[in-house]
């Protein structure tokens, strides 16, 4: 009788991190080992692009992140924002960094669902502000994880 190798039956585990780039903040999220949920992270408050880097690739190291996913802004009609071209070139250098996979995401509207979700939680105004983008990010997560499951 043949045993097989536990370590061949068990799901690949794969640490995905999320973000959500502002120009003041950025809001991060997990996924757990499986790729199944999205936890937040908390928000790093944007210094400069050396700065935030390097503050972002600690915590890649720090949870063994092996994919990027990056909220890319687009207008409602599918065209890139204006401040998508920057955002990309951050989580690339994140993504190059770690050897990493960086994969855009649409966030249109990850925002006003964020400020929906913490409106219906009865958060102050200035509680909101300190957490949307970490919701927006856990947002953008939870819709990628549940894509990549159905495909």
Do not use: F
Not at 68 to 89: C, F, S, T, W, Y
Not at 90 to 107: H, S, Y
């Amino acid at each position: 009788m043949s045993l097989s190798n536990p370590d061949q039956a068990r799901p690949r585990e794969v640490r995905i991190l999320a973000l959500d780039v502002g120009q003041k903040r950025i809001g991060m999220a997990v996924s757990d080992p499986l790729g199944i949920t999205a936890q937040g992270l908390g928000v790093l408050i944007r210094q400069d692009r050396e700065t935030d880097l390097a503050r972002l690739l600690e915590v890649a190291r720090e949870w063994r992140v092996q994919e990027i996913v990056v909220g890319l802004p687009r207008h409602m009609d599918g065209r890139p924002g204006k401040q998508a071209p920057e955002i990309m070139e951050l989580a690339q250098a994140l993504g190059d960094a770690l050897g990493a996979k960086v994969t855009p995401w649409d966030e249109r509207l990850t925002t006003v669902e964020a400020d929906r979700v913490l409106l219906q939680a009865d958060l102050s105004r200035r509680r909101r502000r300190q957490v949307v983008d970490q919701v927006a990010a856990v947002l953008i997560l939870q819709s990628y994880l549940e894509y990549r499951s159905l495909s």
